[in-house]
């Protein structure tokens, strides 16, 4: 689109009489006017950290459902609903009558069949038996301890127990009850740790690193943080959803999370002790990011600088180019003031300053009926 000369006349005039209006106020500002008075606060190093948000689910350190391998009865039950457990502690103890008889005939077998081996080898030794006779003898006794073994593992899982410590869940089962393989039992949680398996863009990935800190918090205990580490990353991107899966472990020693939980994370990336000044400091004309320092012996000049500016947050803005530390901004009247401007320093804001308050006892704000 192709602009006139008249209505290019027409838009330059107006941005030439706002230069100028902007121009004679500096002037005015800079030469004449008595000292504005400002609010300022020190430019500080704080430590700081960038968030990566996420959404995750809980699941227990370890976790399994109890069953059983064979077809048999129940006949006791060792745990309650919720019980804590020990690693090998008996559960449930199915029947096994059958294979205790089993085994006290081996064992009545294994008894006759090393006495009937220890009299051949006297023989042997006698020089009276044969070396065939003695190596029957050794064989049937090494048959019969290996039918012993043998009940003995089939003994083992009438005997049901905890595969590691934990916690139970209810109870699915009741005695006299017939199970079959893979029948729910029970089910049993580690729950000293929990796990959270969670979805990162990739392109947060360079930001990414096991033992990163990481806050979550979930709806079931309202304003209440807990705190967890990256423990793992994985090794391949989603080529669908371009995500990484990782893995937070927290710590649970009094078991508030359990497994199925829907948890809000916070990753803490690129911890750093940077330089911060309060967000009111901080204007922008365009893309570009300036604040007012005061400078001077006696602090009495506003000088206006530009600066980079990295993260927000709460309330604060990090300042990565542009001003030092221990360098007074002004956070209250940089609207008042402009490059060279002479000011003064009504009180400094340390984060709890009562900004209204000051202003009326200086003057410049009325008193509130």
């Known amino acids: 689109m192709t602009v006139g000369k008249t209505e290019y006349r027409y838009i330059r005039f107006p941005l030439i009489l706002a230069l100028l209006i902007l121009t004679v106020s500096a002037a005015a500002q800079a030469t004449g006017k008595p000292p504005t008075g400002i609010i300022a606060a020190p430019v500080e190093r704080s430590p700081l950290v960038d968030n990566i948000e996420a959404l995750g689910t809980t699941v227990a350190n370890e976790s399994v459902t109890v069953t059983s391998k064979i077809t048999e009865k129940i006949v006791s039950i060792h745990f309650a609903d919720g019980q804590k457990v020990k690693r090998g502690q008996l559960l449930v103890q199915l029947d096994d009558q059958e294979e205790q008889a089993n085994l006290r005939s081996e064992q009545a077998i294994l008894r006759e069949r090393q006495s009937a081996m220890r009299r051949t080898e006297e023989l042997f030794n ?76 990739v392109v947060y990935l360079s930001q990414l690193g096991t033992g990163l800190k990481v806050k979550a918090s979930t709806s079931a205990y309202p304003n209440r943080l807990f705190e967890g580490e990256l423990k793992s990353i994985s090794s391949r991107i989603d080529p669908v959803t371009r995500t990484v899966r990782a893995r937070a472990w927290f710590d649970n020693p009094v078991q508030e999370l359990l497994p199925g939980m829907l948890m809000q994370l916070s990753l803490q990336s690129k911890p750093r002790n940077t330089l911060v000044v309060p967000e009111s400091a901080v204007f922008a004309v365009g893309r570009q990011h300036f604040l007012y320092v005061v400078e001077g012996e006696e602090s009495t000049t506003a000088s206006r600088r530009t600066v980079t500016i990295g993260t927000r947050k709460a309330g604060r803005v990090e300042i990565v180019d542009g001003v030092d530390a221990g360098d007074f901004v002004i956070v209250h009247g940089t609207l008042k003031v402009a490059d060279g401007s002479p000011v003064k320093i009504l009180a400094v804001d340390d984060g709890n300053l009562d900004i209204a308050k000051v202003l009326r006892e200086a003057g410049q704000l009325e008193a509130t009926p």
Do not use: M, W, Y
């Not at 699915?172 to 979805?199: I, M, Q, R």
């Open 126 to 201: 006698r020089k009276v038996g044969s070396e065939a006779d003695l190596d029957l003898a050794q064989a049937r006794v090494s048959q019969t301890q290996s039918d012993i073994e043998a009940i003995k593992s089939r003994i083992s899982a009438h005997r049901i127990s905890a595969p590691f410590d934990g916690v139970v869940g209810l109870r699915e089962v009741s005695e006299g009850a017939l199970v079959e393989p893979d029948d729910a039992l029970t089910t049993l949680d580690d729950l000293s740790v929990v796990k959270v398996d969670f979805n990162i863009p």
